[in-house]
């Protein structure tokens, strides 16, 4: 199972709006509903910001967003904050084989 | 609150086994499927294995089956990975998640802090 591709650093000033990409196929993120993104800054453990494509879970700021249009997902932040600085990650369930794969990772800079 | 707290892991040699454990409170343990997620020093983010709510289903990725054992005892609110034949690029800081429903679908919604296993001669 191959990795979801993802840009590797995406940068951005307090107050702008930036957007990750996640590219899959047609057998990941094409066809699954449980497509999600994961919050990790050094040393601490992933925490989940967008679950189902496109909802947030409680006490996730709404500056968080998600979407996905064919086999693409993306996750929006806007009003950038210094907190956010962070790696992203993005993830698929893959009914067909029943298992998980992960995008590479997108490191966010604030400027 | 949902709590999730793994240990076991540590120095072990390559072919050698170990056993991790994550232990659950916060919520009904026995409602969840659980994963195992791990992240090898400076990389992304694997997913490694997953049991269903009553253990009744596990699937593993490609590169621990057969080697990799995910367990849970519902009555001791614990999730288990049995780590056999252990290679150098199974180094890595492993986290027990709680998957989002039952059933060997869905998203990652918890995670644990991690526990460090490095297999090294």
């Known amino acids: 199972q191959s990795a979801l591709t993802q840009p590797a650093s995406v940068s951005g000033s307090p107050g702008q709006s930036i957007t990750i990409s996640c590219t899959g196929t047609?057998?990941?993120?094409?066809?699954?509903?449980?497509v999600s993104w994961y919050q990790q800054h050094p040393g601490k453990a992933p925490k989940l910001m967008i679950y189902?494509?496109?909802y947030r879970p409680s006490g996730v700021s709404n500056r968080f967003s998600g979407s996905k249009s064919g086999n693409t997902a993306s996750l929006t932040i806007s009003g950038l904050q210094a907190e956010d600085e962070a790696d992203y990650y993005c993830?698929?369930?893959?009914?067909?084989?029943?298992?998980?794969?992960f995008g590479g990772g997108t490191k966010l800079t604030v400027l | 609150q949902v709590q999730l707290v793994e240990s076991g892991g540590g120095v072990v040699q390559p072919g050698r086994s170990l056993r991790l454990s994550c232990a659950a409170s916060?919520?009904?343990?026995?409602?969840?499927?659980m994963h195992w997620v791990r992240q090898a020093p400076g990389k992304g983010l694997e997913w490694v294995a997953v049991?269903?709510?009553?253990?009744?289903?596990?699937y593993y990725a490609d590169s621990v089956k057969g080697r990799f054992t995910i367990s849970r005892d519902n009555s001791k609110n614990t999730l288990y990975l049995q780590m056999n034949s252990l290679r150098v690029d199974d180094t890595a800081v492993y986290y027990c998640?709680?998957?989002?429903?039952?059933?060997?679908?869905?998203?990652?919604?918890?995670w644990g802090q991690g526990s460090l296993v490095t297999v090294s001669s």
């Open positions: 998640a709680r998957g989002s429903i039952p059933f060997a679908a869905g998203n990652f919604d918890y």
């Open positions: 916060g919520f009904t343990f026995s409602n969840f499927a």
């Open positions: 049991t269903s709510y009553d253990g009744s289903n596990k």
């Open positions: 047609s057998s990941d993120v094409g066809d699954s509903e449980y």
């Open positions: 189902d494509v496109n």
């Open positions: 993830s698929s369930y893959t009914r067909s084989s029943i298992n998980w794969v």
